[in-house]
């Protein structure tokens, strides 16, 4: 239907009437509020619901988008005693680890924007769940206990499909045993949304926009809230904390400065390398592949499979083509929800013609790869699972029933012409109302000028502007007359015109004829309206009757984008498949890079890490001779923290299912990665940078097992010289000698360390490497003579390379004078430096006055000798002038 339709009322000249417009939704919306109804969006909240009780944790989240409520696998047992060394934490704090650490990751995740809890939380489990929702801006509710136990409301629960009902099943017959305090939390979220339901209710009920096609109601009963359950898995997930993902940079925390191309080339977090999606629900799905790398072999190598299919040579036409085709693919949870609410429109509608014209266009791609029949992967889902048939029915039809052409001008969804005989009947009629509407007009012109007693010449020859006919929707046919004929009317005998209403300008009639045209054509307006409308909510009958398969769709293809993206990285940077073992404590990467910091290289230095420490099970790995800890020590600014991130990146790439950055690569795989290498320093934390350091340690000791992976960067650098390596030694040490001990990399300055007795090279279980320099020969680095001017390039140069080994020195005063330190501290650095190395009494030596000083010494005390021998009794009489020229004397 056209905006002439739409909006205006026909004159005999063909002119528009403008109508008073309904208020539009950003109004409706308004006023709503300004009405007290409660501030809760059915198709953008995602309500988050945790628990603890009987030492489990339980949680459920309702993403009110996606229509999907996801749920524990099982209730997470709060961790007594993850390692069996006891010395560093107690049992207290390590539970509150425990549940901090799976609380915060799955806030972050989740990112809810409503998240309920108990009331029976104790406070400091409550103060820092309050804390991770500050940072996600995530409000925060407080619920009484009885919502808790509302178990009632999932039995209610009407779901469809195979898997829904078995997770459903299976919730509620383990509720006593495995699932109580997660079944609980789905209580809290049905009743709560009960709650919000029942608030709307009594709103004012015409929350539901003018413009909706259907004008159906937003409400919905729980068949509509929850289309599909899914588990939160998080045992075969591996568990990284916020340190873990700040120090590894999978989210971006900075932004880029610049212009340069390589800031443009290059990435600063592991999000931003991966990126390449289009679609909002992509990108969450993204967000959560990185939240949670896997831990079951079988699920990572399905992940390796796609990524090897897609850049086997013989597909690569068709990978650029899926490439393309993913892009810009619409979010089918966004349509759907839009059909479902009545709030469809012309975008809507192209929205799903686009949906399911890349939806064809990819399953051809995806029959046409090469594939090993035995696969079970995402291309073997998409090719059994998904009825294109019905795919390219769907589209026909829409195609069919919606002229886009016509839409696009108009502005409105227009049906075609030939889908339904009435509306192109009524079509018709109203395409000719405006020649009806003239005869009606020179008919009434005709009466009026032979009904006047007299003529009046300004009347007779304007009559066809003063009188005229219009047809108003819902009003029907109205003949009008300009407010200047009034008089003029009232002249006439026996006017059997009825006045229907009036305005400034025009006095609206009803007469013989037009009644007629009322009863003949009716409110044509209206008739084609109602067609329309009719015609459009059977196609999103039609449409939202394939919910389930499109839903479906919209998963695998957003898995397939992400994919995709992983695979172009994986080709432009030369990543290889790395292999997995479950039961064996091995890191073995063979020049490995750092995916990160290669993006803004052109030439990037690889380095190998060799970790052998036998068997997860094996108890008595120290006196196999195995390693499972590695010290790194070198120069400052040789490159030992990118080379501890690195390390753990290639771990993680690989586990969240892509290939990794170096020659060759096999990994045990690790159930967490644990970091102490940033200090997480912010306003709210009022402790000092050690003790957060200390904090983080204790945290990473604590919840580490024996498949996990540590990496600590200058732990005991914040406190005195002696506190610091003592901490440090004593954690290497009693690590090296733990049943259970991870994988560790470590590095350090504490250089005193290695003397003999303390962290040799014999130490079973450690492992040492050093970073690789070169030193200039005319470079001394021992003298004591002042350092000279050099170029900043003269004396060491960094290789960059990790070697076996313990290195001695930190080279930290050449690190400062390459900085661009002030000449005159270097130079007194180096000289402090040289006594200690020589064992000289430093606190003596620097309490030596040097001749200079004592030179000094001597000229001052001299001048406060002259300046208290200087009678000034004797001065009284002496000008200011002359007592300032003597008082100069005295100081020079």
């Not at 400065?257 to 390589?262: E, F, I």
């Not at 995402?378 to 829409?398: A, Q």
Request: some cysteine; proline content about 2%; overall charge negative.
């Amino acid at each position: 239907m056209s905006n002439q339709w739409l909006t205006g009322t026909l004159r005999t000249t063909g002119e528009t009437i403008p109508e008073v417009m309904p208020a539009n939704e950003d109004d409706a919306n308004n006023e709503d509020n300004a009405s007290g109804q409660p501030s809760f969006d059915y198709d953008g909240e995602i309500v988050m619901c945790i628990d603890l009780s009987g030492g489990k944790m339980g949680c459920s989240v309702l993403d009110y988008h996606t229509k999907t409520l996801r749920v524990f696998n099982q209730d997470y047992v709060v961790n007594k005693s993850t390692i069996t060394s006891h010395d560093l934490i107690d049992e207290v704090n390590t539970s509150a680890n425990d549940i901090n650490l799976i609380s915060g990751l799955l806030i972050m995740e989740t990112n809810p924007t409503i998240c309920l809890v108990s009331i029976r939380l104790e406070d400091w489990i409550f103060d820092y769940i309050k804390t991770k929702c500050n940072e996600v801006n995530c409000r925060l509710e407080l619920q009484p206990i009885k919502l808790f136990k509302q178990w009632n409301l999932l039995q209610s629960l009407q779901l469809k499909g195979h898997d829904n009902l078995v997770i459903l099943n299976d919730l509620l017959s383990n509720s006593r045993f495995t699932t109580t305090v997660t079944v609980s939390t789905v209580a809290c979220i049905l009743s709560n949304h009960e709650q919000q339901h029942a608030e709307l209710d009594e709103c004012n009920v015409s929350t539901v926009s003018t413009n909706m096609i259907t004008g159906r109601s937003i409400r919905s009963e729980f068949e509509d809230v929850i289309c599909d359950v899914k588990y939160i898995d998080i045992n075969d997930r591996m568990v990284l904390d916020e340190n873990s993902l700040s120090a590894l940079n999978v989210f971006p925390t900075t932004h880029k400065m610049g212009h340069d191309s390589m800031m443009e080339n290059g990435a600063l977090s592991i999000f931003e390398l991966f990126n390449r999606v289009s679609s909002d629900y992509a990108k969450k799905m993204l967000k959560s592949w990185l939240f949670n790398p896997l831990t079951s072999k079988k699920q990572i190598e399905k992940r390796y499979s796609i990524i090897r299919i897609l850049l086997d040579r013989h597909n690569t036409i068709i990978f650029n083509d899926l490439i393309q085709s993913t892009k810009s693919c619409p979010d089918a949870f966004g349509f759907i929800n839009q059909l479902r609410s009545g709030k469809s429109t012309l975008g809507t509608w192209s929205k799903i013609t686009n949906f399911l014209e890349k939806g064809i266009a990819i399953f051809k791609l995806v029959s046409s790869l090469k594939l090993n029949s035995d696969d079970r992967n995402i291309f073997y889902d998409i090719k059994n699972n998904i009825d294109v048939l019905e795919l390219k029915k769907c589209l026909r039809k829409i195609e069919t029933v919606i002229d886009f052409d016509t839409s696009k001008d108009t502005k409105t969804v227009t049906i075609s012409t030939g889908v339904d005989k009435r509306l192109d009947e009524c079509r018709n009629i109203y395409d000719h109302l405006e020649s009806l509407l003239l005869d009606v007009a020179r008919e009434a012109q005709t009466f009026l000028l032979n009904a006047l007693p007299q003529t009046d010449p300004k009347i007779t020859n304007n009559l066809d502007k003063l009188i005229n006919a219009v047809y108003i929707p819902q009003l029907g046919y109205l003949v009008t007359v300009s407010a200047f004929m009034e008089d003029t009317l009232k002249s006439i005998p026996d006017l059997e015109w009825e006045e229907i209403f009036r305005s400034t300008e025009c006095v609206y009639f009803k007469n013989d004829r037009v009644l007629e045209l009322d009863e003949t054509y009716g409110d044509i307006y209206g008739a084609i309206s109602d067609f329309e409308i009719e015609i459009i909510f059977s196609l999103q009958e039609q449409v939202l009757e394939k919910k389930t398969q499109f839903s479906a769709y919209s998963v695998l293809l957003s898995e397939l984008e992400i994919l995709l993206s992983f695979s172009q990285v994986c080709m432009e940077r030369n990543y290889v498949e790395p292999e997995l073992v479950e039961d064996n404590c091995v890191l073995e990467i063979i020049n490995g890079r750092h995916a990160l910091y290669e993006t803004f290289l052109n030439n990037y230095i690889p380095n190998s890490t060799m970790v052998y420490g036998g068997l997860f099970s094996d108890l008595s790995w120290c006196k196999n001779d195995k390693e499972r800890i590695i010290i790194i020590t070198g120069a400052n600014s040789s490159g030992k923290s990118v080379y501890l991130t690195q390390t753990g990146l290639i771990v993680y790439l690989a586990q969240i299912g892509c290939f990794v950055p170096a020659e060759r690569a096999k990994i045990g795989i690790v159930d967490k990665i644990l970091t102490r290498i940033r200090t997480q320093e912010t306003i709210y934390k009022t402790q000092s940078s050690f003790a957060l350091d200390s904090q983080q340690m204790a945290k990473s000791l604590s919840l580490a097992t024996e498949k996990s992976l540590i990496l600590i960067d200058e732990y005991g650098k914040g406190t005195d010289i002696l506190d610091g390596p003592s901490l440090f030694g004593s954690v290497m040490v009693n690590m090296s000698k733990n049943e259970k001990c991870p994988r560790i990399l470590a590095c350090t300055h504490f250089h005193e360390l290695f003397k003999e007795n303390i962290l040799t090279e014999h130490i079973p279980g450690i492992k040492h490497y050093c970073t690789d320099i070169l030193i200039n020969q005319n470079y001394n680095l021992s003298s004591t003579a002042p350092v000279k001017e050099t170029h900043e390039n003269e004396g060491i140069t960094f290789l960059f390379r990790i070697k076996e080994g313990i290195s001695k020195q930190s080279f930290g005063i050449y690190c400062a004078k390459i900085c661009g330190l002030n000449k005159n501290i270097v130079e007194r650095a180096e000289e402090l430096s040289n006594m200690i190395n020589r064992g000289d009494d430093i606190v003596q030596s620097c309490g030596k006055l040097t001749e200079k000083e004592i030179s000094e010494f001597q000229k001052n005390q001299e001048i406060v000798k002259n300046f208290l021998s200087w009678d000034l009794d004797l001065e009284t009489s002496t000008t200011s002038e002359n007592l300032r020229l003597k008082l100069r004397n005295i100081f020079h």
